[in-house]
């Protein structure tokens, strides 16, 4: 699929063979009541005073030629979250492709955008947070440069827009979903953002990524101007409870039969961040209700 050449990794070539040049994109801070409205529309007058990252360079069908299609990516953030605005320019805007999934399912026939995080800026692992036109959402985290955890699940928003000229995305990340190191002083993190279109079987980045240099976060480019970025507090708490009611088809003149079986339970997951490294996570009365039992097997 389209949305899988972004995880690639490909031929490795010899450093002397590399003279990428590092892009750079500066980020914006707002305050609390400048931060922009998650509507998908980046109709906020804010998002005007953001530098735009341009000129993406395609992985295929063409490496390393411009992208078809012009995409602007924009990026602020305040004291609790990063922002991103994605505005993705389309000669043909009837027929931007826009499939409607379940969370994280990247099959099927879809255009997509994508913002990859390197908060720790070690050129290894990235946040990666994905959204299609109709709002379907995926998170990805990568390791090892090239490898990837889709069971990684984020607390985060964004909401999508289309019109005349293409499709918005708008992207809320709170900055508790990442991992980095807090101060006051300046930091530099990386960044880059990739789009797919679907009917052109074409994948594009703004920091190049292209199939004959080996590497994905490796690759990313810079965001810059962060700082007095302050480690907020991780706690995630997610209760659930659950009822449900049994019947059975029974013989009525035996005392131990029950047509109706009623049952309760109650529960909850908690995730704590002790360390920007380290996360506690415990579970207090866990669900097995979605859990398939083994098959039985007689040797």
Known sequence: ?????????????????????????????????????????????????????????????????????????????????????????????????AQLTRRDVSSGYSDWVHVGIDSRHDRRTAFRFAVNPRGVKQDVFHFDDTNEDRSWDAVWDVATATDSLGWTAEFRIPLSQLRFSPGAGPQTWGINFARDIARRGETSFWAPTLPSVNGLVSRFGE????????????????????????????????PFYRQNDPGASVGADLKYGITSDFTLTATVNPDFGQVEADPAQVN
């Open 1 to 97: 699929m389209v949305t899988h050449l972004l995880l690639l990794g490909s031929t490795l070539l010899s450093p002397a063979q590399d003279t990428t040049v590092i892009r750079g994109l500066n980020a914006v801070r707002v305050t609390a009541d400048q931060a922009p409205t998650l509507d998908g529309r980046l109709d906020d007058a804010i998002w005007a005073t953001a530098p735009a990252a341009t000129e993406f360079v395609q992985r295929g069908p063409d490496p390393g030629r411009p992208a078809t299609q012009r995409t602007e990516a924009r990026v602020l953030y305040d004291n609790s979250a990063i922002y991103v605005g994605m505005r993705m320019y389309d000669t043909q805007p009837d027929s931007i492709a």
């Open 223 to 254: 965001l810059r101007g962060l700082s007095g970025l302050s480690s907020p507090r991780r706690l995630e708490l997610q209760p659930y409870s659950l009822a449900r009611l049994s019947r059975a088809p029974g013989d009525e003149g035996n």
